[in-house]
T-cell receptor
Framework: DVKVTQSSRYLVKRTGEKVFLECVQDMDHENMFWYRQDPGLGLRLIYFSYDVKMKEKGDIPEGYSVSREKKERFSLILESASTNQTSMYLC?????????????FGPGTRLTVT | AQSVTQLGSHVSVSEGALVLLRCNYSSSVPPYLFWYVQYPNQGLQLLLKYTSAATLVKGINGFEAEFKKSETSFHLTKPSAHMSDAAEYFCAVSAANTNAGKSTFGDGTTLTVKP
């Protein structure tokens, strides 16, 4: 079974703190993704990475950065957390290429910024 | 570019009734289509996917979906709803000729099942 794990299920941080969300997958997938999920807005792509050290901005990259130093690990960084970044964050991975490659999701991290 | 529209953010059915969740897509190239389910406080998991081999696709938990190119639709159905089907459902599309592991998701439909 593909396993995508996220470092925390629940996280509470203060405004202005630097926040790291970690994601690890064990299936040697090239693609990794970070989404945020808010009620009524579905899944919005923050960043994705298709290879080590490669990244592309998604739909809402402002206020976030990412790091991918190893194939299995993809980190999301909030440089200075703000209350409008309170959300559910989902990590996913998939194979890269032109096949019918579904995404495999982690359980999510519910981040609250106070 | 691809996009997905899920019609109805909330759908409510009685236990044992037909489930129909609607998804329309837009794609300039042949699409791959997916339905995912999300139970409370969990990540998404794949229900089924359209691979271009057959237009009627069967998935887990008794769900199926039919790809209709002329209608640009990929609606999800289940003949008889069960209480355990209550969840949020997402339709997604990716392009067959690019990095198909990158998908665009709809806004989701919350399914409520009444006893």
């Amino acid at each position: 079974d593909v396993k995508v794990t996220q470092s925390s299920r629940y996280l509470v941080k203060r405004t202005g703190e630097k926040v790291f969300l970690e994601c690890v997958q064990d299936m040697d997938h090239e693609n990794m993704f970070w989404y945020r999920q808010d009620p009524g807005l579905g899944l919005r792509l923050i960043y994705f990475s298709y290879d080590v050290k490669m990244k592309e901005k998604g739909d809402i990259p402002e206020g976030y950065s990412v790091s991918r130093e190893k194939k299995e690990r993809f980190s999301l960084i909030l440089e200075s957390a703000s209350t409008n970044q309170t959300s559910m964050y989902l990590c996913a991975s998939s194979l890269v290429g032109t096949g019918t490659y579904e995404q495999y999701f982690g359980p999510g991290t519910r981040l609250t910024v106070t | 570019a691809q996009s997905v529209t899920q019609l109805g953010s909330h759908v409510s059915v009685s236990e044992g009734a037909l489930v129909l969740l609607r998804c329309n897509y837009s794609s300039s190239v042949p699409p791959y289509l997916f339905w995912y389910v999300q139970y409370p406080n969990q990540g998404l998991q794949l229900l089924l996917k359209y691979t271009s081999a057959a237009t009627l696709v069967k998935g887990i938990n008794g769900f199926e979906a039919e790809f209709k190119k002329s209608e640009t639709s990929f609606h999800l159905t289940k003949p008889s709803a069960h209480m355990s089907d209550a969840a949020e459902y997402f339709c997604a599309v990716s392009a067959a000729n690019t990095n198909a592991g990158k998908s665009t998701f709809g806004d989701g439909t919350t399914l409520t099942v009444k006893p």
